[in-house]
């Protein structure tokens, strides 16, 4: 399945709505993305909606935590939105729950920017 990125800038966070899977085959193309986002960015916060994500492999993983490190590097702050009850849970059972902040709605992700 072909990842799809939509990416809005607001002024105090960006917002990338990612759509399809994210694995071996495609993962590059959400790492080039969120580069180029990062590069013309006003604020280092970001806002990734997971909702419509399908799936994610070891290295859609990998990205994820190489963002999360990026925005860290930049004194940003990611928020997660995942609504899957399947990727939540890989999420927890990789531990990665207690590493990225993750919220279940566009809302709640962008409350967490703010904390």
């Known amino acids: 399945m ?18 399809g899977e994210i694995d071996l085959y ?3 193309k959400l790492k080039e993305k969120i580069g180029q986002t990062m590069d013309g960015m006003d604020s280092p916060n970001m806002v990734l909606d997971l909702k419509d994500v399908d799936y994610i492999d070891s290295t859609g993983l990998g990205i994820l935590i190489g963002i ?15 609504r899957s009850d399947r990727i939540h849970k890989l999420f927890e059972i990789t531990g990665l729950i207690n590493i990225f902040a993750i919220a279940r709605s566009s ?9």
């Open 2 to 19: 072909d990842l799809k990125l939509e990416v809005k800038r607001e002024k105090d966070y960006s917002y990338v709505t990612v759509n």
């Open 26 to 28: 495609n993962a590059h």
């Open 68 to 82: 999360k490190r990026r925005v860290s590097e930049n004194k940003g702050e990611l928020a997660l939105v995942l």
């Open 107 to 115: 809302e709640e992700a962008i409350a967490r920017l703010s904390k």
